[in-house]
């Protein structure tokens, strides 16, 4: 791929920090400081409701405070940007670790997501009941744009979800499983194909 050439996949634009490569591995989730669950995250409707359909598996991993389910969400504004055509974000609480900050409803205690650990206790594979954004993370998509999210790490240092590796390795191979949620495993072998890997 020529170094001017814009990189479309399935209709969405690849940034370059995609493509990028660093002497990197993926995090792992004993050291997450789940920086990118502060300020909550944004939800499609249709995955809201199945959240909220899974109310009962969900709750025994909330602290008793949080396990009313009517308060885990609320609307934002329209927003003609937003890339899964609704705004409904989880709702935010004070975050016990960080002064300051609010963190995600769903984030316990311990640091984890409360969606992901309900999932993996039910079986319901990758990504389960985690929501689309959350689950792409650290990749972002916005504006039919697939990026990297180079901020978080800014504000939070060691939340990139990211290691110290030997070998240098481009961002959409760390986070294959990531890149394939967004374009599909035939997007993703495209991506590849047209990278050059």
């Known amino acids: ?3 001017d050439e814009a990189l479309v996949i399935k209709g969405i634009r690849i940034d370059p920090s995609i493509l ?3 002497p990197i591995q993926r995090c792992v989730i004993a050291e997450c400081q789940s920086a ?4 909550g995250v944004w939800v499609e409707p249709k995955h ?3 959240i909220l359909n899974s109310a009962a598996l969900i709750k025994p991993f909330l602290p008793p405070e949080r396990r009313d389910a009517a308060k885990w969400f609320s609307q934002g504004e329209p927003d003609e940007n937003f890339p899964l055509a609704a705004e409904e974000g989880t709702t935010t609480v004070d975050d016990p670790l960080r002064p ?24 319901l594979g990758w990504p389960g009941l985690k929501p689309f954004f959350c689950s792409i993370y650290p990749m972002y998509f916005e504006n039919n744009l697939l990026s990297m999210d180079d901020e978080t790490p800014l504000d939070f240092p060691g939340g990139g979800c990211q290691r110290a590796a030997p070998e240098l390795r481009a961002m959409y191979e760390v986070y294959r499983e990531e890149a394939i949620l967004v374009l599909g495993e035939d997007g993703y072998a495209e991506l590849c194909e047209k990278a050059g890997t």
């Open 48 to 50: 809201v409701n199945r």
């Open 1 to 3: 791929m020529e170094q």
């Open 100 to 123: 300051g900050q609010t963190c995600c409803i769903f984030l316990q205690p311990d640091r984890k997501c409360a969606l992901q650990v309900a999932s993996n206790a039910h079986g």
């Open 36 to 39: 990118c669950c502060t300020g």
């Open 20 to 22: 990028r490569k660093a």
